[in-house]
């Protein structure tokens, strides 16, 4: 079994699409107007439009209802993506974290949110001490 995406179900497919294009520099791939992906070399956002639930089970996923999935990705420039997504709400400015991690969480258009960071820098080794 191979992880293919996260889905976002949203009312609008090309504001979403908009927003995670903007925030990872990469082009959305469209199926139609009501489905759309960003993929990247490690994993896939695909972002379906409400009318696309019904296929599923008419009811069962809502737009703009999350409150407990944060969507990752991880960034070479923490600041330089806080910078790109100048007039984004930001939940917490960049921050390195307690484990190493610098961090960037805002929210998409939808409300969900969507954390930006640079993986914690190895500590350089220490020099060899010489012996007595």
């Known amino acids: 079994m191979d992880f293919a995406s996260i889905r976002v179900i949203t009312a609008d497919v090309a504001r979403l699409a908009g927003f995670y294009e903007r925030a990872t520099g990469v082009r959305a791939t469209w199926a139609s107007e009501d489905f759309a992906e960003i ?17 599923f089970a008419a009811g069962s996923a809502e737009p703009s209802a999350n409150r407990s999935v944060i969507i990752e990705f991880e960034v070479d420039d923490v600041e330089g993506v806080h910078a790109e997504l100048a007039g984004v709400e930001v939940v917490q400015e960049p921050t390195t974290m307690p484990w190493g991690n610098r961090s960037l969480l805002v929210r998409d ?3 969900n949110l969507v954390n930006f960071f640079r993986r914690a820098r190895p500590a350089a080794p220490s020099p060899a001490r010489p012996a007595l």
Not at 42 to 53: D, E, F, H, P, W
Request: aromatic share 0%.
């Open 39 to 55: 993929t990247t070399p490690t994993a896939t956002l695909a972002i379906g439009s409400v009318r696309t639930v019904a296929l």
């Open 109 to 111: 258009p939808d409300g």
